[in-house]
């Protein structure tokens, strides 16, 4: 199974149309802004983290530091 990327577009209809029957039009906006700040918040922190661990100088400096 190819995992998410194995949906394709008539899959992605009907998850939406299904989620516009369980929430309503209303709805949508709301749990659309949550989703994306979710996202947002998700690759902050995961840059974040591949940040700190591409630079062996940051790492040697942080080490020195807290001696």
Do not use: C, H, Q, Y
Not at 32 to 52: I, P, R
Request: proline share 6%; no cysteine; aromatic share 4%.
């Amino acid at each position: 199974m190819g995992g998410l990327g194995a949906i394709g577009v008539p899959g992605l209809i009907i998850i939406l149309v299904i989620v516009l029957i369980v929430f309503g039009p209303k709805k949508l906006p709301e749990i659309g802004g949550a989703v994306g700040k979710t996202f947002a918040e998700f690759k902050k922190s995961t840059k974040g983290l591949m940040d700190d661990d591409d630079d062996p100088v940051k790492k040697v400096e942080k080490k020195s530091d807290a001696s």
